[in-house]
């Protein structure tokens, strides 16, 4: 998705940066990990993402973007106690709040199909 959009062709990551990834809390959940991959093709000029993109949020003091609220349910209206059915339905609902209930910017940003979107909706 990020390729297209900012006209690269990275076909993936260097393994130390996949390490960082995976040893990194990631308390802001998909949304923060989605901005770092966003970040990391923004910067990225080759065909894989090098360790130049690093340090991740937090390590380099970033401060929670839109999208990134530091994974607090509070402040996204997610808990992660509930059913995965149910966690689904709170992040449409959030999604389409943060898109103002634009249904093809909302679909664009969970990477589904507006139809798919209208059928979640629906149930």
Do not use: C
């Not at 929670?64 to 607090?72: L, S």
């Amino acid at each position: 998705m990020y390729n297209e959009r900012y006209g690269k062709q990275i076909a993936g990551l260097r393994p130390e940066v996949m390490q960082a990834l995976r040893a990194h809390p990631w308390r802001g959940n998909l949304f923060e990990l989605k901005d770092t991959i966003e970040r990391f093709v923004k910067q990225s000029d080759g065909e894989y993402v090098e360790m130049e993109v690093l340090p991740l949020p937090e390590q380099a003091g970033w401060e929670a973007g839109p999208g990134q609220e530091a994974g607090n349910a509070q402040k996204t209206g997610i808990d992660l106690n509930k059913t995965l059915v149910e966690i689904e339905k709170d992040v449409i609902r959030l999604v389409l709040e943060r898109e103002n209930n634009n249904q093809s910017s909302a679909a664009k940003r969970l990477g589904i199909n507006r139809s798919t979107l209208w059928r979640k909706i629906k149930q």
